[in-house]
Structures are given as structure tokens and as C-alpha cells.
């Protein structure tokens, strides 16, 4: 029995379990705080420094954006580390996420964990 399922919201087709975990990570991490209509507090701090310089301090502070808006909107992963992979001219940022992904967090369940990985690619 699959713990959680969603629709890919590039292809249509149905997404479960990590997959769907995944997506809403990338969701998350890529939607603007106040750019939902109605769930204004929904998203990260991400889309505001992708233009920011690519120093230590700003570098933190993505990091520390990402973890704050998946604790707030994802009980089914808890981000341990980042790490930016790639910064491009045309402002896309490369982004690794690396945590426990509970299966059933949603739920409330914590008994069940797995490492996962994943990877955001911001475009903004």
C-alpha cells in the first residue's frame, strides 16, 4: 500500500511515495511566500536570493530558507545538509537537499525513516 500519491505536475501522470515527496520539496523551495492566493504563507525565502551574490553569507541563507520551508510544509522530510551544485548567468541555481524522508510523516509516523536526496533546480 502506497503512504502518499499526488499527480506530476509536468506530466499528468500519478506520483507516489518518494516521488511525490520529492515534488513537493521543489514545489516548496521554488514558490515565493505570498505568491498563493489563498495559502499565502505557503513557500520559501528561495526565489528572492537567487539574484543575491554567490558569497558565504548568502549561501547560508539558502540553505537555512530551504530548511525552514520544508520544516513548515513537509512532515515527510527533514533536510540534514545542502549544498549548492551549480549558479548559471541566466539565474538558475542548483541545489542538492539531503535528509530523512519519513514515509509516512503526513501522518504523523515517524517509526519508518530513509535517507534520501533530493535535487532543486530554481529557476527564477
Known amino acids: 500500500m502506497r503512504d502518499s500519491a499526488g499527480i506530476s505536475a509536468v506530466t499528468g501522470r500519478p506520483l ?4 511525490h515527496t520529492d515534488q513537493s520539496i521543489g514545489k516548496i523551495i ?3 511566500i505570498g505568491s498563493r492566493v489563498m495559502r499565502r504563507t505557503f513557500g520559501s525565502d528561495l526565489p528572492d536570493l537567487v539574484d543575491s551574490k554567490t558569497i558565504r553569507k548568502n549561501i547560508l541563507a539558502v540553505y537555512s530558507a530551504a530548511a525552514a520551508a520544508i520544516e513548515a510544509w513537509e512532515p ?3 533536510m540534514r545538509a545542502g549544498a549548492v551544485r551549480s549558479v548559471g548567468a541566466d539565474g ?3 541545489l542538492v537537499i539531503s535528509g530523512t524522508y519519513f514515509p509516512r510523516g503526513h501522518l504523523g509516523d515517524y517509526s519508518v525513516a530513509e535517507d534520501k536526496v533530493a535535487r532543486v533546480a530554481l529557476t527564477i
Open 16 to 19: 507516489t511515495d518518494w516521488e
Open 76 to 78: 515527510r522530510f527533514r
Open 92 to 94: 538558475k541555481i542548483g
Open 30 to 32: 521554488q514558490t515565493a
